[in-house]
């Protein structure tokens, strides 16, 4: 992955350049991980607003007649209840009810759906979501083809609006519309990942730097530009998990604190259902929760947490959170010690007391 | 990038400075370079005073937004004076990484290893490798 020959750019690579992004490997991109200071990009978000570009994000269509009942199946959420401009957050499981992806969908129509995944699961996705339709429903990745841009911030709303040809404000949480932004027909979404009200912006390619040119000219000084370095410092705050970190394939929905994404009682039959049905009725082994350090020092994943002495779970996510100016973590805790209110978690070579909490650990004023 | 590297100073190849005071004691801290390669600090771990390093062991931690980096003692000998300025202020690495944010001082106990260490020019071609 550190090999440049193995790392794409993303079409707005130029700009970033250009605005002095540092530029790390991420998921198979070259991506900007900050332009300054990650903490102040954290702070404009919290704030004003922030730009990323996410355009390495995974974006995949789903169309044809059935489409909708297709992807319903790989699926615990329900995407019958979707209607057209409405979108909802899922997670996809194996047979084991294993985690394979968590992602966003669209309904862009009665016979079409956007699905947002994530950049490292793409290939994987794909090819699970391909062997499971059927005749008359297609699937076209448009990753290559399009453009994934955010706004996110309390201003995000206001500085859009400048160069958005419709209504914002009645563009509500998880809904969409297909609207000109500076004059390029894009998907406006009111969706995110930083725990702030805000936009994400999906267009082709050839878009891309007129829209992201347009938004910096709009935000002025109460618009920042944003790197992955932040993107993961907002959503650790906000409680919201990261694929390959918090959740994969060895974890399930319902001890991730994703129950409510699993629609055991308004759906059918869906790959998953039956070993959650399992798992819901022993009850899951382990817990995910929240981790406030009490003492010094940064939590990371992989640190183990100990209970008297006993070892008890392990940090899957951590971080120093600005916001907050403390260092908090996300971990699953072995399900007799998922209710204490305190545990010890050993920070290389020190044990360090963690207050327990239930995420987020942020929530914004509305 | 350019990263500042004073002449008088000595580097490691983890990108700890000293400089020697002269006196048997060195002052360590982290370079520019390593800083800026850290990104925001937040937090650094600090030995106790007294306590005794061996060169190219781990005696602290350096902590950013970003990651976490060990921190290895350039020589041996003992620690007699930390800077407790960071404890509060630990952004002092990254606005002055070779004068107020300082990390240690170490009574040296074999002033030869210093010469093992790498000049400025040394520092500066190891960088550009």
Known sequence: MSESSETKKVPLHERHVEQGARMVPFAGYSMPVKYGKIKEEHRSVRTSAGLFDVSHMGRVEV????????????MTNDVTALTDGRAI????????GGIIDDLVIYRLGEDRLL????AANRQRDIAHIGAALTGGVEMEDQSDQTVQIAIQGPKAEEILAKI???DLESIKFFRCRKADVAGVSTLVARTGYTGEDGFELYLPVDGGEEVFDALLDAGGDELTLCGLGCRDTLRLEAGLLLHGQDIDESTNPLE???GWLVKFDAKGDFIGRQALEEVRQQG?????????LQGRGVLRPGYDLQIEGEAVGRVTSGGYAPTLEASIGLGYIDREFADADTVDIILRRRSVSAKVVDPPFYKRSK | MDFEIPDNYRFTGDHEWTEDNGDGTVTVGISHHAQDALGDIVFVELPALGAVVEREEDFGVVESVKTVSDLYAPVSGEVVEINEELEDAPELVNESPYDRG????????DAE?????????????FLSE
């Open chain 1, 89 to 96: 957050y899922t997670v996809m499981c194996n047979e084991q």
């Open chain 1, 164 to 166: 958005a040809d419709t």
């Open chain 1, 256 to 258: 991730a604190g994703l």
């Open chain 1, 63 to 74: 169309r044809g007649p059935e489409a909708i009942d297709a992807v319903n199946r790989l």
């Open chain 1, 284 to 292: 899951t082994s382990r817990k995910l929760r929240g981790f406030v």
């Open chain 2, 102 to 109: 300082w990390i240690v001082r170490i009574q040296m106990s």
């Open chain 2, 113 to 125: 290893e210093l010469s093992d260490l790498m000049d400025a020019d040394g520092y500066q071609s």
């Open chain 1, 115 to 118: 699905l947002c995944i994530n």
